[in-house]
């Protein structure tokens, strides 16, 4: 699952960091059960939990130092956007849904599903303090601007204004009966 992926990636850290890392799990997907020794046996300081009222993982997420989602769904996350626009880096699995929203090495980092490719972008980002910040104040801007709900609502009105003109008027469908 993604979040064994993550586990798997934070555990290929060298020793050094991986003491410096506390990794905070939030849901557990099918393999819940497992999870704590998984990460146990990779030496891998992890706390799980179930879920959180959205104000705890607001919290949550103002604190971290990057946000990591190995999740590969064909959707954008709106958790990797509450991260980003509290100015906090993330490493998501490189998906046509981020295209233009995360610009891999500037407002994100966007990586193949493979343990050791995340473990590198982990390690990046928290051996480099600067870049860090970097990146979060640009995951910041770019989603204060594309998502912004003035934008976002013009976006749908358009589509929809679109697809009315394009669609046959009641009666012109050479196809259909009239009643």
């Given at each position: 699952t ?6 798997e990636s934070?555990?290929?850290l060298?020793?050094q960091?991986?003491n ?7 849901g557990?997907?099918?393999e819940?059960r ?14 799980f939990?179930r879920?959180?009222p959205?104000?705890?993982?607001i919290?949550?997420?103002n604190?971290a130092s990057?946000?990591?989602q190995?999740e590969?769904?064909r959707?954008q996350s709106?958790t990797?956007?509450e991260?980003m ?8 699995s490189?998906?046509p849904?981020?295209n233009g929203?995360?610009?891999?090495g ?5 990586t193949?599903q ?6 590198f972008a982990v390690?990046c980002?928290l ?5 860090r910040?970097m990146?979060?104040?640009a ?8 998502c912004?709900?003035e934008r976002?609502?013009a976006?749908?009105l ?7 003109e394009a ?13």
């Amino acid at each position: 699952t993604s979040i064994r992926l993550v586990i798997e990636s934070i555990g290929r850290l060298s020793e050094q960091r991986r003491n410096e890392i506390r990794l905070e799990i939030i849901g557990d997907g099918p393999e819940g059960r497992d999870l704590p020794g998984y990460a146990e046996s990779l030496g891998v300081k992890a706390s799980f939990r179930r879920g959180m009222p959205h104000p705890e993982l607001i919290d949550a997420l103002n604190r971290a130092s990057v946000f990591v989602q190995a999740e590969n769904a064909r959707r954008q996350s709106i958790t990797v956007l509450e991260a980003m626009s509290l100015g906090c880096p993330v490493v998501v699995s490189d998906i046509p849904e981020y295209n233009g929203l995360i610009e891999n090495g500037s407002s994100g980092i966007r990586t193949v599903q493979e343990a050791r490719a995340y473990a590198f972008a982990v390690d990046c980002l928290l051996g480099d303090a600067g870049f860090r910040s970097m990146m979060g104040d640009a995951a910041h801007a770019k989603v204060a601007i594309s998502c912004n709900p003035e934008r976002v609502v013009a976006g749908i009105l358009s589509v929809y204004r679109d697809a009315l003109e394009a669609a046959p008027k009641r009666g012109e469908h050479p196809g259909r009966l009239a009643s």
